[in-house]
């Protein structure tokens, strides 16, 4: 079984930092893309950032140059460093990754965490 743990999620004032990590475990054989997704209050999910496994990075322009995702391949392990955080960004954070499991075939399948709320608020 493959599951991702997310954790650092918490409630911080406009202009504070957090840093999200997710943590793959199980039987993994190979992880590709990985990702950060949130889903605000009545808003559909959206993209946040997303590393390939060779550390090509892309960002939705609403975080850019706000946020900085980040991977420890030894660890399977993504992190995303949110700076300057805006009240928009309050949302529930969701990791997600492409995974390759043992004994799963030969194609990557996506797998989610189960979420982890961001708050910002004075």
């Known amino acids: 079984q493959v599951q991702l743990v997310e954790s650092g999620g918490g409630l911080v004032q406009p202009g504070g930092s957090l840093m999200l990590s997710c943590a793959a475990s199980?039987?993994?054989?190979?992880?590709?893309?990985m990702g950060w997704y949130r889903q605000g209050p009545e808003k559909q999910r959206e993209l946040v950032a997303q590393?390939?496994?060779?550390?090509?990075?892309d960002y939705a322009d609403s975080v850019n140059r706000r946020f900085t995702i980040s991977r420890d391949n030894a660890k399977n392990t993504v992190y995303l460093q949110m700076n300057s955080l805006k009240p928009e960004d309050t949302a529930v954070y969701y990791c997600?990754?492409?995974?390759?499991?043992?004994?799963?075939?030969?194609?990557?399948?996506?797998?989610w965490g189960q979420g982890t709320q961001v708050t910002v608020s004075s």
């Open positions: 590393i390939t496994s060779a550390g090509s990075t």
């Open positions: 997600n990754a492409y995974i390759k499991a043992v004994g799963g075939g030969d194609f990557f399948q996506p797998y």
């Open positions: 199980g039987s993994i054989f190979s992880i590709d893309t």
